[in-house]
């Protein structure tokens, strides 16, 4: 008995082949909207407790906010936390983690003060909870302790005592043209005092290094004004 066998027409295949590809390129346009958004979009991440938002600050210069237990503080977008000391000194550090700007570190002492000696200073004063930030001194080689011309002739000499703009600081004469800015205050050396809402009285010094041929003060000045006890 001959078997009747039913074939598609040619324009029905074409209709559900092309049905295949119109559901895929949906599918595929979805996949990519998504990861547009969720790229796009702000995210806050936790890093060993350290909450960072990227954000554009007043100076559109991309910045991100370091959210500890007593402070908050912001950096360039480029900046990574590094580790958290709790003793004998408890002191917090970030480093810049740009392309050949790695010589950029912060190091900040809550509560526990080092005895540290430093080229250049930068004076600072307490307003409640946050700071007022003075103007960057020079090298204190040169003007503070006898006249030094060479790296060499420099390492004999030992550390003094400094003033800048009447704030006294110790001023390291060994290390010379090192680029490591301080903190100090009228509350004294390597000090300054500030009062949170919610976390009360705390006592901080700032140490910035910058090894860079050119370094780039700014990025220490702005950090300090953006400065928030809790």
């Given at each position: ?119 250049r200073l930068q004076p600072v004063s307490a307003e ?48 010379y043209n090192n680029d490591a800015v301080g903190t ?43 400065f928030r006890v809790k």
């Amino acid at each position: 008995m001959y078997r009747y066998e039913r074939r598609h027409a040619p324009w029905q295949n074409f209709r559900k082949k092309a049905f295949v590809v119109v559901v895929a390129i949906l599918l595929l346009a979805a996949i990519i909207a998504g990861w547009y958004i969720d790229s796009h979009s702000g995210t806050t991440i936790i890093h060993n407790s350290v909450a960072k938002t990227t954000f554009v600050s007043a100076t559109n210069t991309p910045v991100q906010t370091f959210n500890e237990t007593d402070f908050t503080i912001q950096l360039p977008n480029d900046w990574k936390f590094i580790v958290q000391t709790t003793g004998p000194y408890h002191f917090y550090t970030w480093q810049d983690n740009a392309k050949y700007e790695e010589n950029r570190i912060l190091d900040l002492y809550v509560d526990t003060i080092p005895g540290t000696a430093v080229n250049r200073l930068q004076p600072v004063s307490a307003e409640g909870n946050r700071l007022q930030v003075g103007k960057l001194s020079d090298d204190c080689l040169t003007f503070t302790g006898p006249p030094v011309s060479s790296a060499q002739a420099a390492q004999s000499l030992p550390n003094q005592l400094a003033k800048w703009q009447g704030i006294n600081f110790m001023c390291d004469l060994s290390n010379y043209n090192n680029d490591a800015v301080g903190t100090s205050s009228p509350q004294g050396i390597n000090t300054v005092t500030l009062t949170g809402p919610a976390t009360g009285k705390h006592s901080f010094f700032f140490l910035y290094v910058d090894h860079n041929i050119q370094p780039d003060y700014t990025i220490f000045t702005n950090a300090l004004e953006s400065f928030r006890v809790k």
